[in-house]
């Protein structure tokens, strides 16, 4: 598997923006949600934003790592359950939210463990897409998605000038 080809640099304001949107698309699927489900690192950020859109005071972390080196995909592990009274009933009223879906494993993982929770993230991929009940931004499959909280302020050449190696 080689890197992605396209890259999409996502700012803080950007990001922000787009979660607030996931929030107003879902503040009209469910009268009320008994907890978030957030799938760490990733969910933590659009969860604190949905949480606080929608007035969810219950926060709860979900912790699947995957071991790679940011062009294949390793097998992934479950560090951290969710509590198990957010498991009963299969997860009926629980909204997971993430901040990508890309390949979908690390979804189809989760969604095991509560398959009639909501899930939504902010951005989807292709792959991925199937798994996801709400999103609000689907990108092709090839591209990067840069997050905020993996960049740091430096000079973009054109997309004329091409991409980096």
């Known amino acids: 598997m080689s890197l992605?080809?396209?890259?999409?640099?996502?700012?803080?304001?950007?990001?922000h923006r787009d979660a607030r949107a996931l929030a107003w698309r879902l503040s009209g699927v469910n009268g009320q949600w008994k907890?978030?489900?957030?799938?760490?690192?990733?969910?933590?950020v659009p969860a604190a934003v949905i949480a606080r859109e929608l007035d969810i005071?219950?926060?709860?972390t979900v912790c699947v790592a995957s071991y790679h080196d940011y062009t294949e995909q390793?097998?992934?592990?479950?560090?951290?359950?969710?509590?198990?009274?957010?498991?009963?009933?299969?997860?009926?009223?629980?909204?997971i939210v993430d901040d990508l879906t890309d390949t979908g494993k690390t979804a189809a993982?989760?969604?095991?463990?509560?398959?009639?929770?909501?899930?939504?993230?902010?951005?989807?991929?292709?792959?991925?897409?199937?798994?996801?009940?709400?999103?609000?931004t689907e990108v092709s499959q090839d591209t990067w998605i840069y997050f905020p909280w993996d960049m740091g302020f430096s000079y973009q050449k054109p997309i004329a000038d091409g991409q980096p190696d």
């Open 74 to 95: 390793g097998d992934l592990r479950i560090l951290k359950e969710v509590h198990p009274s957010l498991m009963e009933n299969d997860g009926a009223d629980v909204l």
């Open 35 to 44: 907890a978030i489900v957030c799938i760490t690192r990733g969910g933590l």
């Open 57 to 60: 005071r219950l926060i709860e």
């Open 109 to 136: 993982i989760v969604r095991a463990m509560m398959p009639r929770a909501h899930f939504a993230t902010v951005y989807a991929k292709p792959k991925g897409r199937p798994l996801v009940d709400t999103f609000v």
């Open 4 to 15: 992605p080809e396209k890259a999409f640099p996502v700012s803080w304001d950007q990001f």
